[in-house]
């Protein structure tokens, strides 16, 4: 099982900051990773898929580089509805689909 | 547009057969192209990918659940559905289902694009 760790578990930013989430795969996924938002009680939205492709409708603020094992998601100049708990995703080597443990990005 | 909705029981009691149905619509279930599976969040935790199915209906399972979950799409109804046998209350979560978009014809590369609210699923006597 290809096991994913996203660091750093919390980032507190003041809005118009902008924050780099990382993502780190136990071995390597090639650019096979996903990225995805979730607010609460919500279901998760999908953000970035193939490492650095946004999905239809992201704002350009959302950027995901990487490849292999590492992986980050850069957000730019955060907004009020950006606060929320990320998540990676692999989908290179499966079963089983694996996600990353979540990096929630809270108002300063 | 693709929409998908969870529904089935919110409680279930230990050692019974917990049972979800998620209908499609704005999609065929059958049709290549993507795959639909069954995720979990337990109370304030992360996400864990229970099973896959394929319009095909070839199923694949997350092997720490694959002896109690069964998988299966009825067609005819645009919907498909989950079984988690013996549950205890480890198995509570907020059960979601979401459709896998497939990045090349075999369909073994796909994300998650498509996801449903979500259903609460409590299990206890």
């Known amino acids: 099982e290809i096991v994913m760790t996203q660091s750093p578990a919390t980032l507190s930013v003041s809005p118009g900051e902008s924050v780099t989430l990382s993502c780190r795969a136990s071995?390597?996924?090639?650019?096979?990773l996903a990225w995805y938002q979730q607010k609460p009680g919500q279901a998760p939205r999908l953000l970035i898929y193939a490492a650095s492709t946004r999905a239809t409708g992201i704002s350009a603020r959302f950027s995901g580089t990487g490849s292999g094992t590492e992986f980050t998601l850069t957000i730019s100049s955060l907004q009020s509805e950006d606060f929320a708990v990320y998540y990676c995703q692999q989908y290179n080597d499966w079963p089983p689909l694996t996600f990353g443990g979540g990096t929630k990005v809270e108002i300063k | 547009q693709v929409q998908l909705q969870e529904s089935g029981p919110g409680l279930v009691t230990p050692s019974q057969t917990l049972s979800l149905t998620c209908s499609v619509s704005g999609a065929s279930v059958s049709r290549g192209g993507h795959t639909w599976s069954w995720i979990r969040q337990h109370p304030g935790k992360g996400l864990e990918w229970i099973g896959l199915?394929?319009?095909?209906?070839?199923?694949y399972y997350a092997p720490s659940l694959k002896s109690r979950v069964t998988m299966s799409l009825d067609t005819s109804k645009s919907q498909f559905s989950l079984k988690l046998s013996s549950v205890t209350a480890a198995d509570t979560a907020v059960y979601f289902c979401?459709?896998?978009?497939?990045?090349?014809?075999?369909?073994?590369?796909?994300?998650?694009?498509?996801w449903g609210q979500g259903t609460r699923v409590t299990v206890s006597s």
């Open positions: 979401a459709r896998g978009y497939c990045s090349n014809a075999s369909c073994w590369y796909s994300w998650f694009d498509s």
């Open positions: 071995r390597s996924v090639s650019n096979n």
């Open positions: 199915i394929f319009p095909s209906g070839n199923t």
